[in-house]
């Protein structure tokens, strides 16, 4: 089998190749440190840095001086919980209100915090992954000191109603954070508009180097730092920057701005043409995730009386890469949490597999991929025991 | 991740399917945790395993553990098969993964099971199944 077909790209992306070229240079040329300022090697890193913070800037409508550069979305992430809450605490604010789908990058932080006496809402969302706009507002107290809620879910893809979020957020006076990392650069974002307070990115979700990622403040925000020591990105944001990554990170925004709305028309096609391939051709399957308000790039499907895990090695067979929310692929106990959180039973969770498309994709890998999960399907659900069994179907 | 043996054995299981009649079936798991295993056994009169089948839900190892437990009772006798423990189906295997020995676990289960299904049905008692009971083998999502 000589056919590759790479479809995980929520899981990360191939670096562009004009991502790569530009790169280059600052490796083994242009690797003056930044803050060497005195001779201009350190200048020549320092203006291509700030080139890039201006692209990332101009992307989502914020200033240059609100954009900082970290090493990726989990610590984007942990900043803006953990540097809320400590620059919070003293001032009688200890509650954050999340969602029960976020990344573990925010779930695992919430749960740090409330060792020291943060307390979190977790808000419910509905099958299709969104939250309950009248269920945030009810949770909102007096000691509200955030509301942080991801863009765009990365194993479902399902879009949230972040304006209407951010309206609730500004009236009640309480910081608002958005996890980005799965939208950014397939998404047009303007923080402003949506009344995005602090905004986690990541670069290596869009063609861009892994171990670089971006943190938006708006002006203002009261945040205490998270990581400590020079006096790197304003003194915000300390150690000797990563000045080929960054670099990388502003390349790949600029390709992604380029173009972006064509871009998401023809992957949204790709997406629909593969997610009607798998109903129309397999029976006793489930979209996982809302219909339309979902990234263009991904499915979700669980494929009932069969395993994940099973799947994806048989799909690897055939050259095909994809991902499933069972926890036979985690090592962990229990499946996905964003799926069980819609409400899907264990069984089902269990059999889901997630497409993610990227501009390399065509209409006949599409065709292939259908075809290839028919046969897979047809070939576990054979020596599937629930398959022919009406009292385990209903567990 | 997987041993050569135990991707051949999910590649390739070997006596998949049911046994229409079968003399003893023997079901352990459930769809909660992932992993379902299902054995059906054709016992003759010298209490010989003619035939084994198997249907089993679950990931990789689970089908490898379930393909490789039915072909080593095949032609055994019943008191033989009863001593498959989970140990010689990992070594079987190639060894597993540590997240992913309870498979083999279900494996030696499920014959258990099915013997003393077969065991009650005709009124027989198999040595080292004397004290067994199904729901001891409910397995509650260990890994």
């Known amino acids: 089998m000589s056919k590759k077909l790479y479809l995980d790209n929520a899981a990360t992306t191939r670096v562009k190749r004009e991502v790569l070229d530009e790169m280059r240079q600052y490796f083994d040329e242009l690797y003056g440190n930044p803050s060497s300022q005195l001779y201009e090697l ?8 700030e080139k ?57 932080t919430c749960e740090y915090l409330e060792k020291f006496g943060v307390e979190t809402t977790y808000l419910d969302v509905d099958r299709y992954g969104l939250v309950d706009l009248e269920q945030l507002k009810e949770s909102i107290r007096p000691e509200t000191m955030l509301i942080s809620v991801m863009y765009a879910n990365n194993e479902i893809g399902t879009i949230q109603p972040i304006e209407e979020i951010g309206k609730i957020a500004k009236e009640h006076g309480i910081l608002f954070h958005v996890d980005a990392v799965q939208a950014f650069g397939s998404i047009r974002i303007d923080v402003n508009k949506l009344n995005i307070d602090l905004m986690s990115m990541s670069a290596h979700k869009l063609g861009g180097p892994k171990g670089i990622g971006g943190m938006y403040i708006r002006k203002g925000t009261r945040i205490d730092n998270f990581i400590h020591g020079g006096g790197q ?15 990388g990170f502003g390349k790949a925004v600029e390709i992604a701005s380029r173009n972006l709305d064509e871009r998401a028309e023809r992957l949204t096609a ?5 997610v009607e391939g798998i109903k129309n051709n397999i029976p006793d399957v489930v979209l996982n995730g809302h219909p ?24 690897d067979m055939e050259g095909i890469s994809a991902s499933s929310g069972s926890a036979c692929t985690s090592g962990s106990l229990d499946p996905s949490h964003v799926l069980l959180a819609t409400g899907l039973d264990h069984g089902t969770a269990h059999g889901s597999i997630r497409f993610t498309l990227s501009e390399e994709i065509t209409e006949e890998d599409i065709d292939y991929t259908v075809e290839t999960m028919k046969n897979i399907i047809a070939k576990l659900r054979a020596m599937s025991p629930i398959k022919n069994d009406e009292d385990l179907k209903k567990n | 991740m997987y041993s050569e043996i135990v991707m051949d054995h999910f590649r390739n299981p070997r006596n998949v399917g049911r046994i229409e009649n079968a003399d003893g079936v023997g079901q352990v798991g459930n769809p909660k945790c992932g992993d379902i295993m299902k054995i059906y056994l054709k016992i003759n009169k010298d209490e010989i395993i003619e035939d084994v089948k198997f249907e089993t839900f679950g990931c990789g190892s689970a089908i490898a553990s379930s393909s490789i437990a039915t072909e080593m009772i095949k032609g055994k006798s019943i008191h033989e098969a009863v001593g498959l423990s989970n140990k010689a189906v990992v070594e079987a295997l190639g060894g597993l993964p540590p997240v992913k020995i309870h498979c083999s676990v279900l494996a030696e289960q499920a014959v258990k099971s099915a013997l003393y299904d077969y065991a009650q049905k005709n009124n027989k008692v198999i040595k080292g199944l004397e004290n067994y009971k199904p729901e001891d083998d409910e397995i509650h999502c260990q890994h």
């Open chain 1, 270 to 274: 790709l997406r629909n043409r593969l």
């Open chain 1, 42 to 49: 350190g200048r020549k890193s320092k203006q291509a840095i």
């Open chain 1, 292 to 315: 339309t308000r979902r990234l263009p790039n991904n499915v979700n499907f669980s494929f009932k009386y069969v395993e994940g895990e099973s799947i994806l090695l048989l799909l």
């Open chain 1, 52 to 108: 890039a913070r201006k692209t990332l800037a101009d992307f989502i409508n914020a200033d240059e001086k609100e954009i900082y550069f970290t090493a990726g979305g989990t610590e984007s992430d942990n900043w803006a919980l953990k540097g809320v809450a400590f620059a919070n605490f003293n001032k009688g604010k200890n509650h954050i209100i999340t969602t029960k789908i976020e990344h573990h990058a925010i779930l695992h």
């Open chain 1, 233 to 247: 990105e304003r003194g915000r944001r300390a150690g000797t920057e990563g000045v080929q990554n960054i670099v």
